[in-house]
């Protein structure tokens, strides 16, 4: 169980456009997901955090106009890259916390999106 | 959330128990431990998580120290597929995950 999906796996698109991932928790529900960015070689940095029905929470320094988030189900939320340039280029990593399975809430991960921006 | 403290990297001969270690001095007494770790190029993994008491999956075996200011987490019988970078994580329940620069286990044969 605690399976979280993502979509595409890969992308490459030219500077300016925009680029829309998905992520799917696919057997529990998700009240609350996450998004982080990894560059190489370095950890993975928590960009946001969405609530199904309201607006996200940006990080310092993460564009919210940029970066858009929206979480519409329980199920899923998209991260939109908008005017994407080439130092967007990075591993996006969605992740969901599941709120049922008791005190201590755990968050499971997808397996992340390499974006190239040319 | 507490800061933790991991060694950068370990070596661990395959077959054999892996011990990673985790300092978190700070810990307060409603914050968990969670470790995960992340192979190469994928999103990082559950492992498990406790709150005082030692806990065991199928995975690994988390041990917290009685003041709880340290943790070590056993892969029982390391494996090449092992190899990761694994994190130790403090935080409530509510709060978000955030990663430090956890430790690079590299499992040899």
């Known amino acids: 169980g605690a399976v979280v999906s993502q979509h595409p796996s890969w992308v490459i698109c030219k500077s300016g456009t925009s680029v829309k991932i998905e992520c799917r928790s696919l057997?529990?529900?998700?009240?609350?997901m996450f998004w982080y960015r990894q560059f190489p070689k370095q950890s993975l940095m928590l960009m946001a955090t969405?609530?199904?029905?309201?607006?996200?929470?940006?990080e310092q320094g993460v564009e919210k106009d940029k970066f858009l988030i929206n979480h519409a189900s329980l199920t899923l939320s998209t991260l939109t890259v908008t005017s994407a340039h080439p130092e967007d280029s990075s591993f996006y990593i969605c992740?969901?916390?599941?709120?049922?399975?008791?005190?201590?809430?755990?968050?499971?991960f997808g397996p992340g999106t390499r974006l190239l921006v040319l | 959330d507490a800061k933790t403290t991991q060694p950068p990297s370990m070596d661990c001969a395959e077959g054999r128990a892996a011990n990673l270690p985790c300092n978190h001095s700070?810990?307060?007494?409603?914050?968990?431990v969670y470790w995960y770790r992340q192979i190469h190029s994928q999103g990082p993994q559950y492992i498990i998580h406790?709150?005082?008491n030692n806990e065991t999956n199928e995975m690994a075996s988390l041990i917290i120290t009685e003041d709880r200011k340290s943790s070590t987490l056993i892969l029982p019988h390391a494996t090449l597929r092992d190899t990761a970078v694994y994190y130790c994580i403090a935080k409530t329940g509510n709060t978000p995950l955030v990663f430090g620069k956890g430790t690079r286990l590299s499992v040899i044969a």
């Open positions: 700070t810990i307060s007494g409603n914050e968990y």
């Open positions: 057997d529990f529900q998700a009240t609350t």
């Open positions: 406790g709150l005082k």
């Open positions: 992740s969901a916390r599941d709120q049922g399975r008791g005190p201590g809430k755990t968050q499971y």
């Open positions: 969405s609530n199904e029905g309201s607006k996200a929470t940006y």
